[in-house]
């Protein structure tokens, strides 16, 4: 344990998985976890423990204890979590009996700090799915452990993915891609793309809402005035889409081009993925960054607000046919659903499912199974502490630059931080700086980098910006800039690793989207990192070599769009049909 923390104190990365594989061969104090999921079954990880010489130590344990709980719970949720110790260990006995205020249990969603607020998530989950039931951590003697039941043995059902295009057979469907920085949509009648539309935004700073929900209606309001207008051969009728808009712009230009017609068509489907989790239809997470201005809201009551934004299908629903379906899903379940649909279209074998990756603002997961199920689980990856060492990025606050703190909760060494965006102007700004003065004077120049009130930041409306001039220099070859990115696939293959050890999937390659793998040299710099640490690993670039479907195939023609833009939402346009 002394290495770990001496590894800690000069800021290198002291990995979970790390610490776990050699707690399994030194750790002689057992501490056992039962963890009983949503539907009824239990999960057991086994934890064994080293005995500690002093209070550095101690802690050091208890964050490793807690990260281990923390990842699960962020990614299974629970209705209640056993823990199983030698109750005559005194300190091992204190540990688990400090979960419940470790993880805030008996306070407030409002009130949560930290740990805790995985379980603000989790409530609403519970809600969502079993009407709600109180969460606790319930400590027992070692010697009370039930016998672990075998893991259940899966469907061997398949879903037919390479038949959801033929679905799509003369509808007019609308699919969405709602991200951090900008909503993407795809409006579609049957194999033809009639438009593809990008808007710029900033959800974090709506303050109600509105803020969030008006834009996304208005877009949606447009694309079904633009779609009808288009089948009618009025191409020329339409107005261009001003990228920044105000939802009330949005609505206006809405409104103006519906006058152009004489008779509307609704949509027959609307498919839509958000970054947060989704459970049958409804947002429930309500703990990202997107509403972080309505929680600090205090004219507001939270909970209530955030309801409006977790029933957006409804709202949706009025630019569908009565009775048309509406779904929703999380943005990285949406990238492993397209994945999947292309893949098996092109005459791959996907029985085992598949797991995808989305690289933006921040990570999202995904992950369908091979029968066609999207679990109903909370899967907010990019919580997952992954680093229990570096001390110097855990010293600056969450808004500065070079801080490893989640925005959210505040904790260090989690994804968010790590797999993302942000992950590579951290490593800009700790790497660069130092040892590339005249690089680091031209970003400071362009204004990809401010510096104010004592932080160091990229400003929200330059983040594409700098990420696209790191990419470059990456892809030019500048060498500092290549680490970063074989750094960033290190992280991810320790997200591999962690994904693997909680949710053990059948599939074992990621398929990777986002801005981050636009670059084949960025991919390539990314995938060398991640075999220095898992040499086996399969990641995939989800670009045009995953266009199959007629649709996908249709973007990947166009001289404006790329897959690598556009892939999710026309994945959206499939994964509206996948029950019809």
Request: with cysteine.
């Amino acid at each position: 344990m002394q290495a770990f923390i001496q590894k800690a104190q000069q800021d290198a990365p002291v990995y979970l998985s790390e610490v776990r594989q050699r707690f399994a061969k030194i750790g002689v104090r057992p501490f056992r976890v039962h963890i009983k999921l949503y539907d009824g079954s239990v999960r057991v990880f086994s934890l064994p423990l080293p005995y500690c010489k002093e209070a550095a130590e101690q802690a050091f344990v208890k964050r490793y204890v807690y990260a281990v709980l923390y990842n699960s719970l962020s990614a299974l949720g629970a209705q209640r979590v056993d823990i199983y110790v030698d109750t005559a260990d005194k300190a091992l006995l204190d540990l688990a009996e400090g979960l419940e205020d470790g993880f805030d249990v008996g306070l407030s969603k409002g009130a949560r700090q930290g740990y805790g607020k995985c379980l603000n998530v989790n409530e609403r989950v519970v809600a969502a799915l079993l009407g709600g039931e109180a969460f606790h951590f319930y400590v027992h003697d070692v010697s009370e452990e039930p016998e672990e039941a075998p893991l259940a043995v899966g469907s061997v059902r398949t879903f037919d993915f390479a038949a959801l295009p033929a679905r799509t057979r003369d509808k007019l469907i609308l699919g969405m891609d709602i991200g951090d920085t900008d909503v993407k949509l795809a409006a579609t009648c049957g194999d033809k793309l009639l438009l593809c539309v990008e808007y710029d935004w900033n959800p974090a700073s709506a303050t109600d809402a509105s803020g969030i929900v008006e834009p996304i209606c208005a877009l949606a309001a447009l694309a079904c005035a633009q779609a009808n207008l288009l089948l009618d051969g009025r191409a020329a009728a339409l107005s261009a889409l001003p990228k920044t808009a105000s939802a009330e712009a949005l609505w206006a230009l809405a409104h103006a081009q519906e006058a152009l017609l004489s008779h509307k068509r609704p949509f027959d489907a609307i498919g839509l993925c958000f970054p947060d989790v989704v459970i049958l239809n409804r947002i429930v997470g309500g703990e990202t960054a997107k509403t972080k201005g309505i929680r600090e809201n205090i004219k507001l009551d939270y909970e209530k607000e955030f309801a409006k934004v977790a029933g957006l299908h409804e709202r949706l629903a009025g630019y569908v046919l009565p009775g048309g379906p509406v779904q929703d899903c999380n943005d990285g379940t949406m990238a492993a659903f397209t994945a999947a649909v292309e893949s098996a279209v092109g005459g791959a074998d996907v029985s085992a499912g598949f797991f995808a990756h989305t690289l933006g603002t921040e990570l999202g997961t995904g992950w369908v199974k091979g029968d066609g199920e999207t679990p109903d689980i909370p899967l907010e990856v990019y919580n997952f502490i992954i680093d229990l060492g570096s001390d110097t990025a855990a010293g600056y606050p969450a808004a500065d630059a070079r801080s490893n703190r989640n925005v959210n909760t505040d904790l260090p060494g989690t994804l968010q931080r790590y797999v993302s965006q942000s992950g590579v102007f951290r490593l800009a700004a700790k790497y660069i700086r130092e040892e590339k003065p005249l690089l680091w004077e031209r970003l400071l120049a362009q204004g990809l980098y401010e510096e104010a009130g004592g932080l160091l930041f990229v400003p929200a409306a330059r983040r594409k910006d700098a990420l696209a001039c790191l990419m470059e220099q990456a892809d030019a070859g500048e060498s500092i800039c290549c680490d970063i990115f074989r750094e960033i696939g290190e992280y991810l293959a320790e997200t591999w690793k962690e994904t693997d050890y909680i949710l053990r999937p059948a599939a074992e390659s990621r398929a990777l989207y986002g801005r981050m793998v636009k670059s084949p040299a960025c991919f390539a710099l990314l995938y060398e990192g991640a075999r220095r640490r898992v040499e086996s690993i399969e990641l995939c670039m989800a670009n045009e070599s995953l266009a199959n479907s007629p649709l996908m195939r249709a973007l990947s023609k166009s001289d404006a769009y790329t897959v690598a833009q556009f892939g999710q939402a026309v994945g959206a346009v499939h994964y509206a049909v996948r029950e019809g």
